[in-house]
């Protein structure tokens, strides 16, 4: 396990938490004083009251919640979302609505959920020729259908 500093915006704010033993995410709520009504087609920027500390080897990815996809249409636009090991501001979730209508988001509401993920950096070392591949460069759909 581990240990990521979790601040509350306000003392009302309720903490995330896994729903289940074999969970590998952690449901995020929605934190807002009047329900969001989300157009077909539209996202809405919702605030959740949290904001954290996470060591500089790791992210935290804010990934759809498997049930509102599937039920409603719901997603979160920018998938997954990434909270940076140095940002200290409040964690918001970009939700899309991708039905044909309109979804409400209530305080309390679980928009999301936060996976903890290790980041590994890239060192670039530039080159004039790559390793040769069956594939090559060919691209979108060449592998089959």
């Known amino acids: 396990m581990v240990k990521v500093l979790i601040k509350r915006l ?33 996202s809405y920027l919702v605030p959740t009251g949290l904001s954290v500390a996470i060591s500089e080897n790791y992210e935290i990815q804010i990934r759809p919640r498997s049930g509102l996809a599937a039920k409603n249409n719901i997603s979160v636009l920018n998938t997954p979302g990434t909270i940076d090991s140095d940002y200290r501001g409040e964690i918001k979730v970009i939700i899309f609505n991708h039905s ?27 080159t004039d020729n790559l390793p040769v591949t069956v594939r090559g460069e060919s691209g979108f759909g060449s592998t089959g259908k």
């Open 100 to 126: 044909k209508q309109n979804f409400i988001i209530n305080n309390g509401d679980r928009i999301a959920q936060m996976i903890l993920s290790p980041v590994f950096k890239i060192e670039l070392e530039e």
């Open 10 to 42: 306000d003392p009302l704010v309720k903490l995330p938490s896994y729903k289940t033993e074999g969970a590998s995410g952690m449901d995020l709520m929605a934190f807002i004083k009047e329900p969001i009504n989300i157009s077909p087609n539209s």
